[in-house]
């Protein structure tokens, strides 16, 4: 009986520490909050990529320009709801069959093929805890993910999200990424250009045109094939099933030098025929989820360019 008493203490006391580890490495609840009306600083993931460059030697590249999510076309903004997360305006944070489902395919592939993260845990993912693979991480990204839906509109959680992720070696956002692949600000994608930058977004660093183009041709049609199912373009010619989605590589090595061409797949453009304009964009979603307007874009804080 004293045996199993003990264990159990110990159990407890394995338990509250571990908790007390997650808890340790959150920020504070109320920086989170304020999220709501100021832009953040340099990120964890743009501190993480900064480091890593040191250690190469080199100097940290980052392009980033702040633009509200009205001045984001509506193109790019359908193309990420339809490739990151089609649940978004019906969650609290975390999508759990989209977890479940990612567990499945990882479990069949027998190894990190897919992953079930929603936007507003990407966005925690960048803000505060880089891209280590840990459970700690995890369970933390989890928490601020849930303090991010309580404090935040779904509108500002999309509009930091589209300011701060990564969309290759040095460049973060929506507009230095429009200005960067597509030579030409956010404001103006296509659906096609919208399509590549969403396809880009599990692994900016392998999957962009200058490392592999095939492979992005490849991922873009696929998002194409999502925005078609999603109703925010013209089906044609697209096909009953979605392309496979690309496997997941390791976000934590350096971009790669551009890979051996490959015969590039039929071009997804003559596809991108935008459905009509009826179709409500994200900031008009059914009346449950309504998100209001931001009253004011916040002052960003001032980030160096390349």
Do not use: C
């Amino acid at each position: 009986m004293r045996g199993l008493l003990k264990i159990a203490i110990v159990g407890v006391a394995a338990l509250a520490l571990l908790a007390l580890w997650v808890w340790a490495g959150l920020p504070s609840h109320r920086q989170v909050a304020a999220l709501a009306h100021e832009n953040p600083g340099p990120t964890a993931l743009m501190k993480q990529r900064e480091r890593e460059a040191q250690k190469k030697g080199r100097p940290a590249r980052q392009s980033q320009a702040w633009v509200p999510v009205s001045r984001i076309s509506r193109h790019l903004i359908h193309a990420v709801l339809a490739a990151e997360d089609q649940k978004f305006f019906g969650h609290e944070g975390v999508d759990w069959e989209a977890v479940k489902e990612s567990v499945e395919a990882n479990r069949k592939a027998g190894r990190f093929a897919r992953g079930g993260s929603t936007i507003t845990q990407q966005l925690a993912k960048n803000l505060y805890f880089g891209t280590s693979k840990t459970p700690q991480r995890k369970l933390r990204e989890l928490i601020v993910a849930r303090w991010l839906e309580q404090e935040l509109t779904k509108r500002r959680i999309l509009e930091l999200y589209l300011n701060v992720i990564e969309w290759g070696d040095g460049i973060y956002g929506a507009e230095a990424a429009a200005r960067t692949w597509a030579g030409k600000p956010a404001a103006a994608l296509e659906p096609s250009e919208a399509a590549q930058l969403a396809a880009m977004i599990p692994n900016p660093r392998r999957i962009n045109p200058r490392v592999n183009a095939a492979r992005l041709a490849r991922a873009q049609r696929r998002v194409l094939w999502l925005m078609g199912q999603a109703g925010y373009l013209g089906r044609a010619g697209m096909g009953a099933e979605p392309p496979p989605p690309e496997p997941v590589d390791d976000e934590e090595e350096d971009e790669p030098p551009p890979a051996a061409a490959e015969p590039a797949p039929a071009p997804a453009t003559p596809e991108a025929t935008a459905a009509p304009e009826t179709t409500p964009p994200p900031e008009t979603a059914p009346p449950e989820t309504t998100v209001p307007a931001v009253p004011s874009t916040p002052t960003p804080s001032p980030t160096p360019e390349d």
